[in-house]
């Protein structure tokens, strides 16, 4: 039997001693590194699943056994407002068959509808249009259709009671009424 030329030396250090075909460093190496790519792995597919649950979650993204089934309104006076007060000329009439009546309605008192709607237009073209304001509207809606074509030449929210159009000789239908408001005044003209 022959002997080795030069002996294996043994160490002091328990980390240079040989474990199998590595030193025990390098094993400790290795697991740690697994250790590592598991925790990566493990941390992407619980990210990857919450995704997946939130997708499949109720609108707004937020689970219904978190809503709460009442909600406590408090209010800044003590009480609750009143309703809203309606006015007292609108009259509603329902007709005709009753899986599909006809609703009829004079829409709202004066306070909600345009007043005297004047037009004066021009040979030049040019239309002066004047009504009497709704209290608290700020846009009004303009449409003039063409008697003729019976296609709308002019269709605009204006923020004026007094606009002025520029429109071609014609035949025309005015239709005033405020934004957000019930109630249209229609008025026909003829630009020379």
């Known amino acids: 039997m022959t002997t080795p030329a030069y002996p294996p ?13 590595m030193p025990v460093w390098a094993w400790l190496g290795v697991a740690i590194g697994g250790g590592v790519i598991f925790f990566m ?6 990210a990857s699943s ?21 909600v406590n309104q408090t209010y800044v006076n003590g009480t609750p407002p009143g309703a809203p007060s309606m006015p007292s000329d ?3 009439t329902l007709s005709g068959n009753p899986n599909n009546p006809v609703v009829t309605s004079n829409e709202g008192s004066s306070a909600t509808k345009i007043q005297g709607l004047s037009i004066t237009p021009y ?13 608290g509207a700020k846009k009004y809606t303009i449409q003039v259709l063409d008697t003729k074509t019976h296609k709308y030449v002019y269709n605009q929210q204006v923020a004026t009671t007094h ?5 071609p000789k014609g035949t025309y239908e005015m239709l005033v009424s405020g934004v957000g408001y019930t109630g249209t005044v229609t008025k026909d003209f003829t630009v020379p």
Not at 41 to 46: A, P, S, T, V
């Open 163 to 167: 606009p002025t159009l520029h429109l």
């Open 90 to 92: 609108i009259n509603v």
């Open 41 to 46: 792995w493990n941390k992407n597919k619980q």
């Open 9 to 21: 030396t043994q160490s002091s250090n328990p980390l240079a001693k040989h474990l199998g075909p």
């Open 123 to 135: 040979k030049s073209g040019t239309v002066h249009v004047g009504f009497g304001g709704i209290p």
């Open 50 to 70: 919450q995704t997946a649950s939130a997708s499949t979650n109720t609108p707004g993204g937020v689970d219904a056994s978190l809503v709460p089934q009442f």
